[in-house]
């Protein structure tokens, strides 16, 4: 197959004062015809530098210092702006991350897709909107009419990435760039998105070049595969020898670390009750006294059970009221009925001083290791803040704090840095010691992993499993992540529109799915039928004891 | 008939905080020495005491604060706003008098500073670090500094005295007689000294918030897709980051009407206009309740519905506002 864009030799070069000197190395990269390339890599490996320095968009004062990208004869860093304008969007289309950022927030659907043929054709306005039409029916968005006079808020997220391929695919370009187009996406949109791309790609012979992180993504899509660490290539080949003979260690690594769709054979868990949810209920009303009132039922009627010293695994897509579950639980919120049964207590009953005093025995872990941590504070303080509101002293709240950063696998010594100073998975190890200084007997941790690299992904599940057999933790685990629910979880509750559509034993719950919510999102898991390979699995002990 | 609704429901939710003014104003005014009559005798040059008590009983002024407040608010509500014993005739009548000369010049205001500090927002975000943009927000920190009674009567000194390109004050030529065209531009030279004079702090705010805006909205990721696009600089500005930018300057507008109004007493006072502001002013120093209340109640109104404007202007410029209702 022919070769349409080739990048050969290609460094770029980050502004002085950053963390290192080149986002990218000495990159060569062909990309052929009628192929997806999948480019994978950590953060920071200069995967989207990479596509960024195609299409001339690098940030400011990151610019391509040596090298050449190779289009239809022509070097694209040597172009003129004009002329490199005249390719972007006409010759090389682009789809990026997260389509409600990526779309104008003020004008319509059918204007941004038409602007495509407005800046590169003399196209009348009829012929416009006739293909306007035709594009948003082509990547199958229900009621083109209707989409194309929709603003971005008014279609849902997988809808909105449709019309960004639309877009993207606008004036058929040889060449598509998509920089992680399904990550922000629900596991069952991402399976429609992936396909629409496959489908789309086929028919029209293009050249992909499917920037990613997520390795059942590149099994389910990619027919060859470039990986990337920290700004240089380090292997790259065919999709099937990638996926199951990897050569280099970091890929293998990488591998290792994702977590396996089958999981491990059940552990025997107590059968006493740790916490019971009974029959709790949330309803969000918005609006005032003169407005329209909204009403949205978040939870409804739930009834769990989490098993003392076992895991209970939420899992859903956004929207199904699993984190509105579990902010009721920890009483972030107030929920509307039901009971929350810790022991002999009901918390949903508590109020003030009696509710301070239970509650500390459940603990949260949030998603977000940036946001959750108060960028003011020295993290020992952030850690100790708990104990001393409980009436430990200072000194000891501290002397404790050293002991649990110690516990999950920090240096005591970094108890009076900032977070900023931290990476993500150093944070969410901070967030966790915060957790645990109230010496909780449960702990929720909604979406621990979800914000983090593969590689670090691995080593905090490890260490929440560690923790939890290590403190007898009872464990109720949110996520999205069918892969990561079924490595730590031994209760899988699966939810939907506020409700628990199934629950059971996960291996159960993996192997026999009975609602067809579930069976649908397990079909939709990318890569389900590619485990990765025994030998990089030896690995995965690797990666776990360097935890 | 939804765009009526939603005035009529905004006026509603106004109509606590218009109450607890007026009632906080006509308190605190009693808490000022002397009333209405003090300041009427001190004109006439005093008087005796039986027809201070005579005038007293005439103005109601002899009965408690409290029959009073209530006295004016029932007033209120048959939209009487009373009589000004200082220029002898309906408080209505004489706030009407005056509404033109602040209404002209806080539109003229407004406008110019809402113009001026966008363009060169825009040119001091375009030109971002550069020798443009330091000229720009230097400038603009000058105007935002100097006091404007300070500007008014510089430029007071230098355009109508030392170089006598346009009037000193007043709101037109006296005796003029002046119809049609002539009396537009008369009004117009009247008007230059006194708009910039209460224009240039607001342009600076909004130079800045301008600059700003511009600069965030720049950095989004719909700019890069527009990039990506393969459109022109030029039309990306115009048509993905302009009107995203002026969202926070549209929402400023509402929120800066109330303090425009309290600037345009300054200027007012300086350049002897006959508005609002000098209004307020004569009436606090002559104890003119009933007028004070009046322009207080006045200006209220426009502030609201001013802010009102905004919303819907909000509303247009911004789809996801509008869905909503």
């Known amino acids: ?547 | 008939m939804r765009l009526l609704t939603l005035a009529g429901r905004r006026l509603l939710a106004a109509l606590p905080a218009l109450l607890i003014i007026l009632a906080g104003l006509f308190l605190l005014l009693q808490l000022a020495p002397g009333d209405t009559v003090d300041a009427l005798v001190a004109q006439v040059g005093g008087g005796d005491p039986t027809m201070i008590e005579e005038l007293r009983r005439h103005y109601a002024l002899d009965q408690s604060t409290s029959a009073r407040l209530a006295d004016y608010l029932w007033r209120l509500v048959h939209l009487d706003l009373g009589h000004s014993a200082i220029y002898g005739k309906p408080v209505i009548d004489v706030i009407v008098e005056r509404l033109p000369a602040t209404l002209l010049l806080m539109g003229s205001a407004l406008s110019f500073a809402f113009a001026a500090g966008m363009v060169l927002g825009i040119l001091a975000a375009r030109r971002v670090n550069r020798w443009p943009d330091t000229l720009i927000s230097t400038l603009g920190l000058v105007f935002y500094a100097t006091p404007s009674f300070w500007f008014g009567l510089m430029g007071m000194f230098f355009f109508a005295v030392y170089l006598g390109w346009l009037p000193a004050g007043g709101f037109g030529t006296i005796g003029g007689g002046l119809q049609g065209w002539a009396l537009f531009v008369d009004t117009l030279r009247h008007l230059v000294l006194p708009t910039l004079t209460l224009a240039l702090i607001f342009l600076a705010i909004y130079l800045r918030i301008m600059r700003a805006s511009m600069l965030e909205v720049s950095t989004l990721d719909f700019v890069r897709t527009a990039r990506a696009k393969g459109l022109a600089e030029g039309a990306v500005v115009v048509r993905h980051v302009l009107r995203n930018a002026l969202l926070p300057m549209v929402t400023l507008i509402g929120l800066q009407a109330g303090t425009m109004l309290g600037g345009s007493v300054v200027v007012e006072s300086v350049f002897a206009l006959p508005g609002l502001g000098r209004l307020a002013y004569e009436s606090v120093m002559q104890r003119d309740l009933n007028t004070l209340l009046g322009v207080v109640f006045v200006s209220a109104l426009l502030v609201i519905f001013i802010n009102f404007v905004v919303d819907l202007l909000y509303a247009k410029l911004d789809p996801r506002i509008s869905g909503e209702h």
């Not at chain 1, 399976?191 to 499917?210: C, D, N």
């Not at chain 1, 990476?423 to 007997?441: E, K, N, V």
Request: aromatic content about 4%; some cysteine; glycine content about 8%.
């Open chain 1, 1 to 547: 197959m022919s070769t349409v864009l080739s990048i050969q030799d290609l460094s770029v070069a980050l502004p002085p004062g950053a963390d290192r000197s080149h986002a990218l190395r000495h990159l060569n990269l062909d990309l052929r015809a009628n192929e997806i390339l999948c480019v994978v890599g950590e953060s920071g490996s200069g995967k989207s530098m990479s596509a960024g320095a195609i299409l001339g968009l690098l940030p400011e004062r990151v610019r391509a210092e040596s090298g050449r990208i190779e289009f239809d004869g022509r070097n694209l860093l040597e172009l003129a702006p004009a002329e490199l304008r005249a390719i972007r969007g006409a010759r090389i289309g682009m789809i990026f991350q997260e389509p409600m950022t990526a779309l104008n927030p003020l004008r319509t659907i059918g204007d941004q897709i038409g602007e495509m043929f407005r800046a590169h054709t003399r196209l009348s306005r009829r012929e416009i909107e006739q293909r306007v039409l035709a594009l948003l029916a082509d990547v199958h968005i229900p009621d083109p009419p209707a989409a194309a006079r929709a603003y971005p808020h008014q279609l849902s997220g997988g809808q909105r990435q449709r019309a960004m391929i639309a877009m993207a695919l606008a004036l058929e370009p040889g060449v598509l760039i998509a920089d992680e187009p399904t990550t922000a996406l629900d596991v069952t949109t991402q399976a429609q998105i992936l396909k629409l791309i496959r489908e789309l790609q086929e028919r029209r012979g293009t050249a992909v070049l499917f920037i990613t992180h997520d390795f059942g993504v590149v099994a389910e899509i990619a027919d060859r595969v470039a990986v990337m660490q920290h700004g240089v290539l380090v292997e790259h080949g065919a999709a099937a020898q990638i996926l199951h003979a990897p050569r280099h260690p970091y890929t293998r690594a990488l591998i290792a670390a994702v977590p396996p769709l089958t999981p491990p054979p059940e552990r025997a868990v107590s059968a006493a009750a740790a916490l019971r949810v009974e029959g709790v209920s949330k309803t969000y009303r918005s609006g005032g006294l003169f407005t329209g009132r909204r009403v949205v039922h978040a939870v409804r009627e739930t009834t769990l059970e989490l098993p003392q010293g076992g895991t209970l695994g939420i899992v859903g897509e956004s929207g199904s009221g699993k984190s509105t579950l579990a902010r009721c639980i920890v009483r972030l919120l107030e929920p509307d009925g039901g009971a929350i049964r810790l022991g002999d207590i009901d918390l949903a009953g508590l109020r003030g001083r009696a509710l301070r005093e239970h509650s500390r025995h459940i603990q949260m872990v949030f998603q977000d290791p940036y946001g959750s941590l108060n960028p003011r504070k020295r993290v020992g303080d952030l850690v100790a803040q708990g104990p001393i509101v409980h009436g430990v002293p200072r000194r000891e709240a501290l002397r404790r704090a050293r002991e649990l950063f110690e516990l999950v696998g920090l240096d005591p010594e970094a108890t009076g840095r900032f977070p900023h100073e931290f990476s993500g998975g150093q944070r969410q190890r901070i967030g966790l010691a915060r957790a645990l200084a109230l010496q909780p007997r449960v702990l929720v941790a909604d979406e621990p992993v979800s914000a983090l690299d593969v590689s670090v992904q691995a080593q905090v599940l490890a260490l929440l499993a560690d923790l939890r057999t290590r403190l007898g933790l009872s464990l109720l685990f949110i996520t999205h992540d069918l892969r990561v629910a079924a490595q730590i979880c031994d209760r899988i509750a699966v939810m939907k529109n506020g409700q628990v559509v199934e629950h059971g034993p996960a291996a159960q719950v993996f192997a026999d799915p009975q609602h067809p919510y579930t069976r649908d999102l397990l079909a939709a898991v990318p890569g389900r039928h590619w485990n990765p390979p025994g030998e990089a699995l030896a690995e995965r002990s690797v990666v776990r004891d360097a935890a």
